[in-house]
T-cell receptor, first 112, second 112 residues
Framework: KNEVEQSPQNLTAQEGEFITINCSYS?????LHWLQQHPGGGIVSLFM???GKKKHGRLIATINIQEKHSSLHITASHPRDSAVYIC??????????????FGKGTKLSVIP | DSGVTQTPKHLITATGQRVTLRCSPR?????VYWYQQSLDQGLQFLIQ???????AKGNILERFSAQQFPDLHSELNLSSLELGDSALYFC???????????FGQGTRLTVV
């Protein structure tokens, strides 16, 4: 079983819709990252979370450490949000904390 | 712009050859990470350096090696290249092991 699972794998939405991408994990972590990868290939770090909730513009990320679950929400989605969204785990110190473990990504397409 | 610079952006080479990928971290960042993204394996951690010293190794082949220089830039050397080494290679940097990582735009390696 993978340490980190994302759902859905693919998501198509109409412009303006509220979008939720989920990430569940099975190991202890010190932080969770949400990354965005555009079709050109570059990766942008969106959030790093260790607890609670963070907001940046139309993006909101939440994490529930007890339930080992995180969500990325996009409000008022726009075609420029079309990308692959990747959840990545940072393990605690002494347990491989120097590396990230990545989910397989959620491919989001927002249609005008 | 993340502040992490990778060169070259694209590289096409033949099987059996050797190539060097270069990464300049964000100003002030001491940690450099290398990741490989292939179509079938997704993103995988290769190796991490902190202030010139190797700190962690992931799924890095023996044909691959890396180093971090006194000016903190890093190079990833890939030798005896095989078709299966074709992938996107990302460098990321962070201030420390448990701080947010910022990714470069990647080097797309094609082995023919």
């Amino acid at each position: 079983k993978n340490e980190v699972e994302q759902s859905p794998q693919n998501l198509t939405a109409q412009e303006g819709e509220f979008i939720t991408i989920n990430c569940s994990y099975s190991v202890g972590i010190s932080a969770l990252h949400w990354l965005q990868q555009h079709p050109g290939g570059g990766i942008v770090s969106l959030f790093m979370l260790s607890s609670g909730k963070k907001k940046h513009g139309r993006l909101i990320a939440t994490i529930n450490i007890q339930e080992k679950h995180s969500s990325l929400h996009i409000t008022a989605s726009h075609p420029r949000d079309s990308a692959v969204y990747i959840c990545a785990l940072r393990r605690p110190p002494g347990a491989g904390s120097y590396q990230l473990t990545f989910g397989k990504g959620t491919k989001l397409s927002v249609i005008p | 712009d993340s502040g992490v610079t990778q060169t070259p952006k694209h590289l096409i080479t033949a099987t059996g050859q050797r190539v060097t990928l270069r990464c300049s971290p964000r100003s002030g960042d001491l940690s450099v990470y290398w990741y490989q993204q292939s179509l079938d394996q997704g993103l995988q951690f290769l190796i991490q350096y902190y202030n010139g010293e190797e700190r962690a190794k992931g799924n890095i082949l023996e044909r691959f090696s890396a180093q971090q220089f006194p000016d903190l830039h890093s190079e990833l050397n890939l030798s005896s290249l095989e078709l299966g080494d074709s992938a996107l290679y990302f460098c990321a940097s962070s201030l420390g092991p448990n701080t947010e990582a910022f990714f470069g735009q990647g080097t797309r390696l094609t082995v023919v």
